[in-house]
């Protein structure tokens, strides 16, 4: 079992920035490909961003490529979302996830954990 808490959320103006963590319990975090999702009001739930359980492989969907960056320090049992130039569509709940495959993440399949989710609110 792996849980997971977020932070970092925030109201900013577009343009700006924000950095948003999630912290995971149990020693298996490095085990665990993780990535962030976000849902909208009145939209589905859509992928951001994934990254492998070593950090050598990311994925970035088109919407975020270039302004979002995800890492991750298994030492800190943490992946982290670095968010720049944002938009008011960037608004939206974040969530992060833990899956056994990257690979699948994009898709939003085989995940296994959930965190509870935080807000981001982008101004214009």
């Known amino acids: 079992q792996v849980h997971m808490v977020e932070s970092g959320g925030g109201l900013v103006q577009a343009g700006g920035s924000l950095r948003l963590s999630c912290a995971a319990s149990?020693?298996?975090?490095?085990?665990?490909?993780m990535g962030w999702f976000r849902q909208a009001p009145g939209k589905e739930r859509e992928f951001v961003a994934a990254?492998?359980?070593?950090?050598?492989?990311?994925y970035y969907s088109e919407s975020v490529e270039g302004r979002f960056t995800i890492s991750r320090d298994n030492a800190k049992n943490t992946v982290y979302l670095q968010m720049n130039s944002l938009k008011p569509e960037d608004t939206a709940v974040y969530y992060c996830?833990?899956?056994?495959?990257?690979?699948?993440?994009?898709?939003?399949?085989?995940?296994?954990?959930w965190g509870q989710g935080t807000q981001v609110t982008v101004s214009s």
């Open positions: 996830a833990a899956a056994q495959e990257v690979l699948y993440l994009p898709m939003g399949r085989g995940i296994l954990y």
């Open positions: 149990g020693r298996t975090f490095g085990n665990y490909a």
């Open positions: 990254i492998s359980w070593n950090g050598a492989i990311t």
